[in-house]
């Protein structure tokens, strides 16, 4: 008898709990969708939350991209630059291999000159717009006259500057003239700054730290 009074006192706890979630006058049927629904929804089932981010954690992960973004991007740039210089230098460097090599192969002169329609020379010692290797049938050593084109350099991308003489010209031996003349050509690119340097033997070299050709 107290086992049967105590299932039927809890049933009417139940009832009394759950009647304020029916609507007065509700079915029995109705009621029984209402406690379903409010199942299905979660309401006092103890379903898991569901998952995502708080507002903290979105501003911890905004906070350490910035920072990343702060360290990484400049370290990025300068490498870009670098890579860019060192392939102007290597483009200079082969143009002035090249004359060298040529003139003591062909028992002659050959010559480079800055160019920006890779075809003449066009003045100046601006020569990161372009230049030419060519053969020089001029007569005069103090002057060139452009035969056949050996080679040409586009224009150097980035917006550079590299500036030299106005020619470069090498004799059979391999030597710069006039004889014992060594060259200089300064280049820069934002915060790169390097030379080519042209020894009196024809030797060409890069140099990043001095300031000027020794």
């Not at 379903?47 to 990343?68: D, K, N, Y």
């Not at 160019?115 to 290797?133: E, R």
Request: hydrophobic share 40%; proline share 6%; charged share 15%.
């Amino acid at each position: 008898m107290s086992l049967k009074a105590d299932t039927l006192s809890t049933r009417g706890f139940l009832a009394r709990l759950v009647s304020p979630l029916t609507p007065t006058g509700a079915s029995p049927a109705q009621s029984g969708k209402v406690r379903s629904g409010w199942a299905l929804a979660g309401i006092a089932t103890g379903s898991p939350r569901i998952p995502g981010f708080t507002l903290i954690e979105l501003m911890v992960t905004m906070a350490m991209a910035a920072i990343l973004l702060t360290v990484g991007v400049p370290s990025f740039q300068s490498m870009i630059r670098n890579n860019r210089a060192a392939t102007h230098m290597n483009e200079m460097i082969s143009a002035l291999n090249l004359a060298r090599s040529e003139a003591a192969k062909r028992g002659g002169r050959v010559s480079l000159c800055p160019s920006t329609d890779q075809a003449t020379c066009t003045g100046g010692t601006n020569w990161n717009n372009g230049w030419i290797v060519f053969v020089d049938i001029s007569t005069d050593e103090s002057a060139v006259t452009v035969g056949t084109v050996l080679g040409v350099g586009e224009a150097l991308s980035g917006s550079p500057t590299l500036t030299g003489p106005a020619s470069v010209r090498y004799r059979f031996t391999g030597g710069t003239l006039p004889d014992g003349t060594s060259v200089q050509f300064d280049y820069a690119l934002d915060t790169v700054t390097q030379m080519v340097c042209v020894s009196p033997v024809g030797r060409p070299r890069v140099e990043k730290v001095a300031t000027s050709c020794p």
